[in-house]
């Protein structure tokens, strides 16, 4: 494509000729090559402009930065204002704005959007309507899976993933949309079908991120601005503000209030390795019973959006409603399958308040005693190493207290906050510092009806240590201890302390 075409639409000053061919675009100076346009991002915590001249000795010829850059004479430089806000614009124009073959479903909100974003994907497989999704755990579409290093990926990635998924057939993208995604510009352009709310909190305000809750819940208000529609949780008072700078329909769902999707009749359902919810959904063209195999009421609100949305979208409701009864997400109060006569729960909860919820809503099933294995991230967030402690210590009958990400810091020093922590919140608590054998260590002192929570990594496949990616997973050390052991047989070779041991 002629660079010319790529940056229709952005402003710009280049005193060389941009009617050149350009391969592809890319904005990591390792990935440049002859052919590419290199885009010189600022970041947080380095600078794109300071890679240009390696873009260069890598074989790219032409540069789209923001501040002045020392490259040879056969280097084209394009000048804009904001290579982030541009890369946006240029990415649509290079992909051929795929948005406008597929109904592009965004979700924000504080808690929910994984979920929201993956029942809405099987409810619209389940019927008929093929769809993709893009978020936290990847994006997927028929039997493909792209990894993604962000909830809502740099703009080239979006544009580039929403292009796979025209050119396979889909038909809807369901995606989370991250307060940061919009403040990095990350779907400028995309032109959305229906923007989704789930909720709002704080989370993410300081460091790198938001500087107050305000400027957070500003960002998020952001994706409702040139929607096609809107659907909100009445429940939230944030929908408010919402509906005031709205200039689109917009819906409504609730469990309390007159809603355009409302419920009432909640039930928790409970089987073999199965914890869900059931309810019926009240909407204008009459009542349907739901079923959904995520536990806990805030399940409600996502089986309600995720309904609202694939109903608009042409699904019957009665198929919809069958859909969403299998739908789960990967490391999202996930329920393992496994031969025991206790249960297994992964769960993403990292911070006092998924702890709450998710002990909390394991809690009102019936049960022996909760276990959890958790961990804090390291070189930073010590305030959330107490809260997670505090909260275990206060619900929890036994902490099992291991690594999650400690970065350069001391794993064991980590697992000592959080176990004081636990201490002074008066719960019981072993420390094991290696992940796998913390979480053979839960598993072989759980007793008949016991709840262990594995907490913190969800989906995730890797630790990050001093400044590597290790792989990991909760799920594999579930499975090598149940390979390795059996209920009939004495548990793996994991000392047991009397002490902090019910």
Same mark, same amino acid.
């Given at each position: 494509m002629l660079l010319s075409q790529i940056l229709f639409g952005i402003s710009y000053d280049c005193s060389g000729d941009v009617n050149i061919d350009v391969a592809d675009i890319v904005y990591d100076s390792r990935k440049a090559a002859p052919g590419t346009l290199f885009v010189a991002l600022c970041g947080a915590f380095s600078d794109g402009h300071d890679y240009a001249e390696g873009a260069y000795l890598r074989g790219a010829r032409a540069f789209l930065v923001q501040k002045d850059v020392l490259l040879p004479s056969d280097a084209l430089v394009v000048k804009t204002d904001d290579t982030r806000a541009a890369l946006a614009v240029i990415s649509g124009n290079f992909f051929g704005h795929p948005d406008r073959e597929l109904a592009v479903i965004g979700v924000t909100g504080t808690k929910g959007k994984t979920t929201v974003t993956h029942m809405m994907r099987s409810c619209l497989d389940g019927?008929? +309507?093929?769809?993709?999704? +893009?978020?936290?755990?990847?994006?997927?579409?028929? %039997?493909?899976?792209?990894?993604?290093?962000?909830t809502t990926p740099e703009s080239y990635e979006t544009q580039k993933i929403l292009r796979e998924m025209a050119d396979a057939g889909c038909k809807v993208a369901c995606m989370e949309v991250s307060s940061l995604g919009l403040k990095s510009h990350r779907v400028d352009g995309i032109r959305f079908h229906t923007a989704v709310f789930t909720n709002l909190s704080p989370d993410h305000i300081g460091g790198a991120e938001h500087d107050s809750f305000e400027e957070y819940a500003y960002w998020k208000k952001q994706l409702f601005h040139g929607c096609g529609r809107a659907l909100l949780n009445a429940d939230d008072p944030f929908s408010q503000e919402i509906v005031g700078e709205l200039d689109c329909p917009y819906e409504t769902f609730s469990m309390g209030e007159e809603a355009d999707f409302s419920a009432d009749d909640v039930q928790r359902l409970r089987g073999d390795n199965f914890f869900g919810v059931g309810f019926t959904c009240h909407t204008k063209d009459g009542s349907f019973a739901v079923k959904s195999a995520m536990p806990g009421l805030f399940s409600v609100y996502n089986a309600l959006a995720a309904f609202g949305v694939c109903v608009n979208l042409g699904a019957k409701p009665e198929q919809a409603a069958a859909a969403l009864a299998t739908a789960k997400v990967r490391g999202r109060n996930e329920c393992i399958e496994v031969p025991a006569d206790y249960d297994v729960i992964i769960d993403?909860?990292?911070?006092?308040?998924?702890?709450?919820?998710?002990?909390?809503?394991?809690?009102?099933?019936?049960?022996? &005693?909760?276990?959890?294995?958790?961990?804090?991230?390291? %070189? &930073?967030?010590?305030? &959330?190493? &107490?809260?997670?402690?505090?909260?275990?210590?206060?619900?929890?009958?036994?902490?099992?207290i291991t690594t999650d990400d400690p970065g350069f810091e001391d794993p064991q020093a980590i697992a000592e906050e959080i176990a004081a922590a636990v201490e002074k919140a008066g719960g019981q608590y072993k420390i094991i510092v290696d992940r796998e054998q913390a979480v053979a260590y839960a598993l072989s002192v759980a007793k008949k009806g016991d709840i262990v929570l594995i907490l913190g990594k969800g989906h995730e496949t890797y630790q990050k240590v001093c400044g590597e990616k290790v792989y990991y997973s909760d799920h594999d050390s579930v499975a090598r201890y149940f390979a390795k052991n059996s209920r009939s047989t004495a548990p793996c070779a994991v000392e047991t302390d009397e002490n902090n041991n019910p």
């Amino acid at each position: 494509m002629l660079l010319s075409q790529i940056l229709f639409g952005i402003s710009y000053d280049c005193s060389g000729d941009v009617n050149i061919d350009v391969a592809d675009i890319v904005y990591d100076s390792r990935k440049a090559a002859p052919g590419t346009l290199f885009v010189a991002l600022c970041g947080a915590f380095s600078d794109g402009h300071d890679y240009a001249e390696g873009a260069y000795l890598r074989g790219a010829r032409a540069f789209l930065v923001q501040k002045d850059v020392l490259l040879p004479s056969d280097a084209l430089v394009v000048k804009t204002d904001d290579t982030r806000a541009a890369l946006a614009v240029i990415s649509g124009n290079f992909f051929g704005h795929p948005d406008r073959e597929l109904a592009v479903i965004g979700v924000t909100g504080t808690k929910g959007k994984t979920t929201v974003t993956h029942m809405m994907r099987s409810c619209l497989d389940g019927c008929g +309507i093929k769809s993709g999704v +893009i978020g936290t755990v990847g994006a997927y579409y028929g %039997d493909k899976f792209i990894p993604t290093v962000n909830t809502t990926p740099e703009s080239y990635e979006t544009q580039k993933i929403l292009r796979e998924m025209a050119d396979a057939g889909c038909k809807v993208a369901c995606m989370e949309v991250s307060s940061l995604g919009l403040k990095s510009h990350r779907v400028d352009g995309i032109r959305f079908h229906t923007a989704v709310f789930t909720n709002l909190s704080p989370d993410h305000i300081g460091g790198a991120e938001h500087d107050s809750f305000e400027e957070y819940a500003y960002w998020k208000k952001q994706l409702f601005h040139g929607c096609g529609r809107a659907l909100l949780n009445a429940d939230d008072p944030f929908s408010q503000e919402i509906v005031g700078e709205l200039d689109c329909p917009y819906e409504t769902f609730s469990m309390g209030e007159e809603a355009d999707f409302s419920a009432d009749d909640v039930q928790r359902l409970r089987g073999d390795n199965f914890f869900g919810v059931g309810f019926t959904c009240h909407t204008k063209d009459g009542s349907f019973a739901v079923k959904s195999a995520m536990p806990g009421l805030f399940s409600v609100y996502n089986a309600l959006a995720a309904f609202g949305v694939c109903v608009n979208l042409g699904a019957k409701p009665e198929q919809a409603a069958a859909a969403l009864a299998t739908a789960k997400v990967r490391g999202r109060n996930e329920c393992i399958e496994v031969p025991a006569d206790y249960d297994v729960i992964i769960d993403y909860a990292h911070n006092g308040q998924s702890f709450h919820s998710v002990i909390d809503t394991f809690s009102e099933y019936e049960h022996n &005693r909760i276990i959890t294995v958790f961990g804090s991230v390291g %070189d &930073r967030a010590q305030l &959330r190493r &107490r809260e997670m402690g505090e909260v275990s210590g206060q619900k929890a009958d036994l902490s099992v207290i291991t690594t999650d990400d400690p970065g350069f810091e001391d794993p064991q020093a980590i697992a000592e906050e959080i176990a004081a922590a636990v201490e002074k919140a008066g719960g019981q608590y072993k420390i094991i510092v290696d992940r796998e054998q913390a979480v053979a260590y839960a598993l072989s002192v759980a007793k008949k009806g016991d709840i262990v929570l594995i907490l913190g990594k969800g989906h995730e496949t890797y630790q990050k240590v001093c400044g590597e990616k290790v792989y990991y997973s909760d799920h594999d050390s579930v499975a090598r201890y149940f390979a390795k052991n059996s209920r009939s047989t004495a548990p793996c070779a994991v000392e047991t302390d009397e002490n902090n041991n019910p």
